[in-house]
């Protein structure tokens, strides 16, 4: 932003620069920062391949996940490596590899939106109920996110996953439930501290009602540091995901591909055939490292301090 | 409104004697014994308004003036019900239309925010919010208080920028705070504050954050406003010239109290006070002779006595006596003014100020 000292004989006292930026709000401003940002770039092509790899999955491939109709090709000492038939070879249960990890990633992706749409969703009011009310109604809130904060996350999603039974509602719920605290900390946190600020005591000071303080003031200016964190839980959420079907806790269905499992399966086989292990291992860990990339950069282009 | 300079000692000190001008239509907000003490409990309890009583008549412009710290903002955030319920005692009345506003509950002074008393503060630049068009958050304002709809908010929204010589006022209703210069935000917040037609208007350093050039144009502004409105104005600063141009009356504040209650016109022809004194020798004028030092007051609004000592100005004062440092001044009648100090400016000693 420009302020330009105002030249004499302007009676309005106002003068816009050359170079002020013109119709930007909060997040277009952003936006413009984050073209200019190449981790943003690099983390949103793997967000973006991700995503395409697990819609389009289907046209991707030739063969049906999990069939495994080569099953008689796999011996208890080998596994068929690539060839013409299947360009990533098998997995040890004579499906093909490929497909298998296309298909992955369509798990992925819906577990770890659905799960983290859910932890925002109870970590967003929880948040408001705290920081929007404030006295015992935050000390309530805030002592219940306290409790669920001293369970280590994955600890947390096992026991729900372990109490809920093995399907695919409660993997999401889960996982969701864990991110809780860490949205619900994290907005009360910013509207706290927002509700110190200058705006809000000049909102009071023109009669305007608490209600309306609080939803048409205080949250728009709290909620940018949220959805930075909710693009960063996609990626823990997405190595959840795996972690608790390594634990056995996941999908049980076999016709249904998941990288998680896909690890476990490849544990034994891991002398012969390295690539079951190290490509669904790639998967997960490109993902996460995409959103995190991308959730970086936004939060650097949403932070007031990088603003000109 | 820091307010690390009171002490915990306190004596309430005589009630006001009244005002030298006949209180003929009445008082239009009568601020009384207003005491405001900022502490938690098990530590030392800071006073930073101490006894503060005057009175602002229907169409009257008050200054409050005094140093960072004397606790003028403070009193007018009290008037407004506007500080933090925690760790705050507020004390003595705000009477406004007979009622005393300090006593009401959140909900029913929140209605007269805004409608009936409004306030500009000292920072434009963070007294709007950055992410709300400037359009939506002057448009509540009338959904608030006239409960019109959306299209008639807007309506009025863009006649009020219009009033407040904000060019192509419609269009700008959909600019984000950052898209405007500080002048323009501080007209903004004016039009706010004067969206309603409040029968008073506080404003806080209203120019303090702005360049010198558009100082001139927004006092202008608020002259003119105030006057069309017929409000009341209540002015608060720490420069004796901008109330040279605007004020009726002045209260100068020193250290939680007032010390000098006077007209304009008598304040700036004879200062008694000491400090008053400092301050208006501590402006630049035109007509002082070319390379004439200014004085300023000795030491820092920090370096006070406890009221309850003696006068909190004795460590800073040129006129200082022993009695200063032993017996409370009070708030005496001087016929044209209230006083209070043990040795004031004599009446003969050339006022180097001058006439406003």
């Known amino acids: ?308 | 409104m820091s307010a690390e300079s009171m002490s915990s000692g306190y004596t309430p000190n005589a009630r006001r004697t009244g005002i030298d001008t006949p209180n003929v239509g009445g008082s239009l907000l009568s601020v009384r014994d207003l005491s405001v003490t900022f502490g938690v409990r098990g530590q030392r309890k800071v006073r930073a308004v101490d006894a503060v009583s005057f009175e602002i008549r229907p169409g009257e412009h008050l200054g409050l003036v005094g140093e960072s710290g004397s606790g003028k903002s403070v009193t007018a955030l009290a008037i407004m019900g506007l500080l933090p319920r925690r760790a705050v005692t507020t004390d003595g009345e705000v009477v406004y239309n007979n009622e005393n506003i300090l006593r009401w509950s959140p909900q029913k002074a929140s209605a007269l925010r805004g409608r009936d008393i409004a306030m500009v503060f000292q920072d434009p630049m963070t007294s709007l919010n950055p992410v709300v068009p400037v359009g939506t958050q002057v448009g509540e304002i009338f959904q608030r208080h006239f409960r019109v709809n959306k299209a008639e908010s807007r309506n009025r929204s863009g006649d009020l920028l219009a009033k407040v010589g904000i060019p192509d006022p419609k269009r700008r209703l959909k600019d984000y705070p950052h898209q405007l210069s500080g002048g323009m935000r501080q007209r903004m917040l004016i039009a706010m504050a004067l969206a309603c037609e409040p029968r008073l208007l506080i404003a806080d350093e209203p120019t303090t954050a702005l360049d010198v050039t558009i100082q001139a144009q927004i006092l202008e502004l608020l002259k003119e406003l105030v006057a069309d409105t017929g409000a009341a104005l209540l002015m608060i600063t720490h420069d004796l010239g901008v109330v040279a141009g605007l004020c009726d009356r002045v209260n100068v504040m020193y250290s939680g109290r007032i010390v000098e209650s006077a007209t304009r016109g008598a304040l700036f022809a004879e200062p008694r006070h000491p400090y008053t004194g400092g301050l208006l020798e501590s402006i630049p004028r035109l007509d002082s002779p070319r390379g004439a030092p200014l004085r300023p007051i000795p030491g820092s609004p920090t370096q006070v006595l406890p009221w309850a000592q003696g006068c909190a100005f004795a460590p800073r004062c040129r006129n200082v006596l022993d009695v200063c440092r032993e017996s409370t001044p009070t708030l005496d009648d001087h016929g044209d003014r209230e006083l209070r100090c043990h040795n004031p400016l004599s009446a003969d000693e050339p006022a180097k100020a001058g006439s406003p």
């Open chain 1, 1 to 308: 932003m420009t302020t330009t000292l105002p030249a004499s004989g302007n009676p309005q006292g106002f003068v816009a620069g050359p170079d002020e930026e013109k119709g930007l709000s909060l997040w277009k401003g952003a936006w413009h920062r984050l073209r200019r940002n190449p981790s943003a770039i690099a983390g949103a092509l793997i967000v973006l391949a991700f995503v395409v790899i697990a819609l389009a999955a289907p046209l991707l491939t030739q063969y049906e996940p999990g069939s495994a109709e080569w099953s008689g090709e796999v011996t208890p000492t080998t596994v068929p490596g690539p060839d013409g038939d299947h360009l990533l070879g098998l997995d040890r249960f004579g499906s093909d590899l490929y497909t298998q990890l296309l298909f992955g990633a369509r798990q992925s992706l819906v577990y770890g939106v659905v799960s983290t749409a859910i932890g925002l969703t109870a970590g967003t009011l929880l948040g408001i109920l705290a920081g929007g009310f404030g006295g015992w109604v935050d000390t309530v809130v805030m002592r219940l996110v306290d409790i669920m904060l001293s369970v280590p996350s994955l600890l947390l999603a096992v026991s729900i996953a372990a109490v809920l039974g093995q399907n695919a509602y409660a993997i999401m719920i889960a996982i969701g439930a864990a991110q809780v605290p860490i949205f619900a900390r994290l907005l009360r946190g910013s509207m706290l501290s927002q509700s110190r600020s200058d705006y809000v005591l000049a909102a009071n000071a023109l009669g305007i009602r608490r209600p309306r303080i609080v939803f048409g003031h205080v949250l728009p200016n709290a909620l940018g540091p949220t959805i930075v964190q909710a693009t960063l839980n996609l990626a823990t959420a997405i190595i959840e995901v795996a972690a608790l079907s390594f634990l056995g806790l996941g999908e049980s269905d076999p016709a249904i591909a998941e990288w998680g499992r896909m690890l476990v399966a490849a544990q034994d086989r891991f002398d012969a055939a390295p690539q079951l292990a190290l490509l669904p291992g790639a998967c997960i860990a490109i993902t996460a490292l995409g959103f995190t990339l991308f959730g970086e950069a936004l939060r650097e282009a949403l932070d007031p301090r990088t603003r000109r």
